[in-house]
């Protein structure tokens, strides 16, 4: 007999990995003890050597289902005397080296629970155990423990203390637990601030009487607070959108319940699968009935909604006893982080909810609501937002190999997040929002200053992006000045690329890969506003081999939010004009913007705007009200014609493949079938097709067989299919698994860029050896 120590780092804290360590150690009759420490779990165990084996290939086979193992090492060591296998207090060290867990929707267990009334937290609002409840949004230094999370205040009872201390109970170890005997409290407050007089057991009648009376109310979730109403109460929705300044951006529905959703909708079994997760993230789901009234008014303009089932224990009691589905929606301004403190919501919510729901849990730190999609054909899972349940934590198995430098990577401005990397562990932020605006950066601050203070982290080198005026470029240069640290930019579009790479293990490839990066903008090595690039791929170096053809950029970041801008840019590219543009003007806006455009000098390759410009000539969306308004509305009408056609249309004429690909001649052909009275959504989807046309025979051209993809653009699910479709089985196409391609992934990927540069430096170039084509003018 030997003692042993165990290490494990991944995603091991929060999710009852101790006391299923606990439990399989009793099952094998050892002895010893289990700890949290700040880098990761620490087991002390007597075994043969023969036991220990199967332990620990007990330990890797069946671990929790949330859990994540990274490392697991082990080493004999002096021999300790154990009478029993015991759960120690965690133990602290300088620097946390662990994977944070993200939030848990209820599970099975505690669904019973709740609606059991035998037993004693039946409609208990704060149900929790080991498996399920909040993490990451109530933790408040690491490692985590109940008096470093926001639960420290809320003594256990004697009932809760014994399931704690009950190696058999599921609520061992469970550091959220909490009943009605020592219970968080909650309460509703009036638009004014004003508490009604309640008992706590009618809370959850009086929020649904007032919902089904069409009021709209303020509920405190994990992540912060959202607004609820009836979502087949026209007048409430109306009321929501007006008070919100959102009159066509879709709206999520929180169902009851999986039965009821596929009482009303069809869908497949990735998307069930989606809904059911731990992390229960909004899932846009296709309608089978588009005309449907629901439809109209909660994702006007669409085929698709986003569907999201309860994944906290008030929002299913709620749900559950009106039986209906709800229209969800995060408590903010437009364009600021979502609401997450009690005083905040008093004195802010009142201008958009009738009741506000609040308790007094309070969570650390704040985050929106995850959103997925799944590709109609292919099922290609496509990650839109990043946030509660799916982070922080990240493995990035890719960067594992001695890159022990602390790196601090500020990400970019629309959809931003930073990447932390220490000690061996990558932490990507949730989204952040487009830190363009006041809110927004602050709350980037304090979100920043949150994972800082939880990691006890201190960069040793700080990356931003390469555009000098975004909120986290000038934050990041100013930050390295303070330590007196070194910065380092990275080009933006390099950083999309290398983040794909990176989640796919592809940087020291031997084989040729072929980047294909399309977004809205990003400043180019130039000083031009790029978004269509193609770049060539191998051992650890990039080469910008293509990119599509300028066209003029004018003032600034409203050309994004106005279509007819870009619509109108084109037009003047191909000395063309469009009655339909023409009409989006008045007469003196027209002969403005046309005399900025024979001003202007700045360039644009942005496939986003050439998105925004087909929508703009096909009268889909003029001046967007959200944000990719006229790019969702051009993929609409894209896959409606390809769905009726029952396949994908044919391409438009695109000249040979040069360094600058030309898109005049498909802009020329659009206008043609236009005047012919071709169908929107068939001219939309034969640009779909274009797209992929020239993304093959730059593959063609390259002679690779491997592609990667990053940029917004490709969250356009139909434009994933079709490449799938034309591609796959020819070629090796590589997607974003588990982050966004929009700009979510640029901080992961500046991380990756510096990774790269490092590595390359023993690595020999030779660029002709691996046949890349030069670039031609």
């Known amino acids: 007999m030997k003692s042993y120590h165990i290490h494990i780092r991944g995603r091991v804290q929060g999710l009852g990995f101790r006391p299923f360590v606990y439990r399989l150690a009793s099952a094998h009759g050892l002895q010893g003890t289990v700890a949290n420490t700040s880098d990761g779990v620490h087991i002390v165990v007597n075994a043969s050597e023969e036991k220990l084996s199967q332990y620990i290939k007990d330990i890797g086979g069946s671990v929790p289902e949330a859990a994540m193992i990274t490392d697991l090492y082990f080493e004999e060591v002096p021999y300790r005397e154990f009478t029993e296998f015991s759960i120690r207090e965690s133990e602290l060290s300088l620097s946390p080296d662990l994977l944070v867990s993200p939030d848990y929707a209820i599970c099975s267990r505690c669904k019973s629970e709740l609606y059991d009334p035998e037993n004693r937290r039946y409609q208990y609002a704060f149900i929790t155990c080991t498996t399920c409840g909040p993490r990451f949004s109530v933790e408040e230094s690491l490692p985590y423990d109940r008096q470093r999370t926001s ?94 300044h959102r009159p066509a951006k879709p709206f999520a529905l929180m169902y009851p319940n999986l039965d009821l959703v596929l009482a009303k909708h069809v869908i497949s079994q990735k998307e069930k699968a ?121 493995y990035a198995k890719c960067l594992r190999d001695g890159f022990q430098q602390p790196v601090l990577a500020m990400g970019a401005l629309m959809k931003s997040t930073f990447c932390i990397w220490q000690n061996g562990s990558c932490h990507i932020s949730q989204y952040l929002g487009d830190t363009s605006t006041f809110d927004a950066q602050l709350s980037y601050d304090f979100t920043l200053n949150h994972f800082q203070n939880l990691l ?93 053809k300028y066209f003029t950029h004018i003032l600034g970041d409203k050309m994004a939010r106005e279509p007819r801008l870009s619509a109108l840019s084109l037009l003047h590219t191909v000395h063309q004009e469009c009655q339909q543009v023409r009409e989006a003007f008045t007469a003196e806006e027209f002969d403005f913007y046309n005399k900025v455009l024979d001003r202007s000098s700045l360039q644009s390759s942005s496939v986003g705007r050439l998105c925004d410009a087909i929508a703009s000539l096909l009268g889909l969306c003029q001046i967007n009200t959200y944000e990719g308004e006229a790019a969702t509305y051009l993929e609409n009408e894209a896959q409606k014609y390809c769905d009726r056609r029952g396949s994908y249309p044919p391409p438009y004429p695109i000249p040979d493949i040069q360094f600058a690909i030309d898109h005049q001649q498909m802009m020329v052909s659009i206008l043609e079938d236009m005047e012919q009275g071709k169908n929107a959504g068939e001219i939309a989807a034969r640009y779909h097709r274009t797209l992929v046309e020239i993304i093959l025979r730059v593959a063609v051209k390259q002679k690779t067989k491997a592609l990667a993809f990053s940029g917004g653009v490709f969250q356009n699910s139909l434009l994933v299919d079709m490449l799938t479709e034309v591609m796959g089985k020819s070629y090796t196409l590589y997607f974003h698994q588990e982050l966004s391609p929009n700009d979510e992934c640029i901080s992961f990927g500046q991380l990756v860029s510096y990774y790269a540069s490092q590595k390359s430096g023993a690595i020999k170039q030779d660029v002709s050896s691996v046949n890349i084509e030069k670039p031609c003018a």
């Open 151 to 244: 639960m420290k205040s809320f003594a256990m009872c004697a009932d809760c203390l014994a399931e704690y201390q009950n190696p058999h109970d599921s609520r061992f170890y469970a550091q959220t637990n909490s009943c009605p005997n020592c219970k968080i409290s909650q309460w509703v407050v009036d638009d004014r601030g004003m508490q009604i007089s309640l008992e706590e057991h009618e809370v959850v009648d009086f929020i649904c009487q007032k919902i089904a009376e069409g009021h709209i109310v303020g509920a405190k979730g994990i992540g912060g607070f959202l607004l609820l109403c009836d979502a087949k109460n026209q007048k409430a929705i109306a009321r929501l959108r007006h008070k919100k």
């Open 274 to 394: 989606a809904l059911r997760s731990t992390a229960a993230p909004i899932v846009l789901i296709k309608m089978a009935h588009p005309a449907d009234e629901l439809q109209k008014d909660i994702a006007p303009g669409l085929d698709s909604l986003g569907i999201m089932l309860p994944y906290s224990p008030i929002f299913m009691m709620i749900a559950e006893k009106l039986s209906r589905p709800l229209l969800a929606t995060s408590a903010n301004y437009r364009g600021a982080p979502v609401i997450h403190k009690n005083e905040d919501a008093v004195h802010i919510l009142g201008e958009f909810a009738d009741f506000i729901l609040l308790n007094n849990r309070d969570i650390q730190i704040p985050q929106d609501d995850s959103v997925v999609k799944f590709t109609p054909v292919h099922q290609q899972r496509i990650i839109i937002r990043r946030a509660r349940g799916l982070a922080p934590g990240f």
């Open 456 to 548: 006890q982290f201190k960069p040793e080198m700080v990356l931003v992006d390469k555009h000098p005026t975004y909120f986290a470029t000038q934050g990041g240069k100013a930050m390295a000045a303070s330590l007196g640290v070194p910065f380092r930019e990275i080009q933006h579009h390099e950083a999309h690329l290398w983040a794909v790479l990176g989640e796919h293990g592809l940087l020291e490839a031997t084989e040729k890969i072929l980047g294909v990066v399309f977004d809205g903008m990003g400043m180019g090595h130039d000083g031009a506003v790029w978004g269509g690039e193609f770049y060539c791929v191998h051992h650890c170096a990039i080469v910008h081999v293509g990119q599509m």
